[in-house]
């Protein structure tokens, strides 16, 4: 993928992350005596749900590895397409 704005405004150091939002099953205790539920504590994360959180104009927020955040337009367009572009590696 490539970025509209891949540089830090700030600093002018490369984004080094993506804010994407994920689902989480969050586990529960039920008491029996009470007839009611509790958090445990723990979840689950589906990590299979997580996608990048897209504002209202389709743009992503970056941050670069000094804590700088930004908006950018991002273009998902096949890697393998573009010069010097690397297969992204499976997390
Ligand atoms: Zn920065």
Do not use: I, R
Not at 64 to 86: F, I, L, M, R, T
């Amino acid at each position: 993928m490539q970025f509209s704005k891949p540089d830090c405004p700030e600093c002018g150091k490369k984004a080094a992350d993506m804010l994407e939002s994920l689902y989480a099953w969050a586990h529960l205790n039920y008491f029996e005596d009470a007839d009611v539920f509790d958090y445990q504590g723990g979840s689950k994360v589906d990590w299979d749900s997580q996608e990048p959180d897209e504002n209202k104009e389709g743009k992503v927020q970056l941050q670069c590895p000094a804590g700088h955040q930004w908006d950018s337009e991002v273009d998902y367009s096949d890697p393998e397409e573009k010069p010097n572009g690397e297969t992204p590696s499976q997390a």
